[in-house]
């Protein structure tokens, strides 16, 4: 059994026998993560982004890639894409993480810094992540994008609806496209996506706890004028 199924295990049975309520499940699971012995030591880097689905992930991630091109990318994404091409069917979150936890591995052996290419907005999947990356002496930040959701949302709304209409929204046609009815229901679609992820990871149960920065060493900060540079630009590409 690698360090990974280890570790997978020890949650999965927390989950599977623990019958307390969130708070102490939250808490219980808190006490489970490997302690690090030394903390002062220089270690290897590791970013874990969390955002729902439209949130800027990508956005972030080309930035920091273009200014720190050391680090490598585990994106869920491709490994759910690369899973469901090589298995012929839509892989569990079991056999995701797997994958996760199999490149971590390669990532330690050397230690190359990464980043998290994810929403990780679920509590007890973010803690195997860190449980992970702390037996490899990972030193883990997290760049939460969540706060900015109502700015980037839009945007992607706009995105989407260009694809799926195949047309140019401008700001002379944006009023006239928003009333196509067609329009409406991919905007409906992804609202009630973002709904059901704020529902499925009870985040805001996290930020109304204080648990958002469990188990992390640093929070990096999001650069508002990077979110609003792209917003702008965005703005400026449509009319």
């Not at 939250?26 to 030394?38: M, W």
């Not at 190359?112 to 992540?129: A, E, H, S, V, W």
């Not at 700001?171 to 973002?194: C, G, H, L, S």
Request: proline fraction near 4%.
């Amino acid at each position: 059994m690698t360090i990974y199924e280890r570790i997978f295990q020890k949650y999965k049975n927390l989950i599977e026998t623990y019958e307390g309520d969130y708070d102490g499940l939250a808490e219980k699971a808190a006490s489970l993560l490997i302690r690090i012995e030394n903390p002062e030591k220089s270690r290897p880097k590791a970013i874990i982004m969390l955002g729902y689905s439209g949130n800027g992930k990508s956005t972030w991630l080309r930035n920091w890639i273009r200014n720190h091109p050391e680090y490598g990318i585990i994106s869920m994404d491709q490994i759910e894409t690369g899973l469901y091409y090589s298995k012929k069917r839509k892989p569990t979150d079991e056999e995701i993480l797997q994958e996760v936890g199999e490149q971590i591995h390669e990532y330690g052996l050397e230690e190359k810094p990464m980043i998290f290419d994810g929403l990780f907005l679920n509590l007890l999947t973010r803690y195997i992540i860190i449980d992970t990356l702390r037996v490899y002496g990972y030193e883990i930040s997290i760049v939460d994008l969540t706060p900015i959701i109502e700015r980037t949302l839009p945007n992607r709304i706009l995105d989407v609806a260009e694809k799926k209409l195949r047309i140019k929204i401008t700001k002379e046609n944006i009023d006239e496209v928003q009333r196509n009815p067609y329009f409406q229901r991919i905007a409906k679609t992804i609202m009630d996506y973002y709904k059901q992820e704020q529902v499925s990871t009870c985040f805001k149960d996290q930020v109304t706890r204080n648990l958002v920065q469990s188990g992390i060493d640093n929070i990096i900060p999001i650069n508002q004028d990077d979110v609003k540079k792209e917003a702008e630009k965005k703005k400026t590409q449509k009319g």
